[in-house]
């Protein structure tokens, strides 16, 4: 049992990891962008 714990816990982990992955490539996007508006 404790293994499965561990797998899901992993699991979950990832899952995060990816959601905040994804969030800063789009921050990125967006203050490039807005750089290149100002210039």
């Known amino acids: 049992m404790i ?3 561990n797998i ?3 699991l ?3 899952i ?3 959601r905040l992955n994804k969030n800063k490539k789009e ?3 967006v203050t ?3 750089n290149l508006g100002r210039g």
Do not use: L, P, Y
Request: without cysteine.
């Open 8 to 10: 899901i816990k992993t």
């Open 27 to 29: 921050q990125v996007h």
């Open 16 to 18: 995060m990891d990816t």
């Open 3 to 5: 293994q499965v714990e």
């Open 12 to 14: 979950k982990g990832d």
């Open 32 to 34: 490039t962008f807005s």
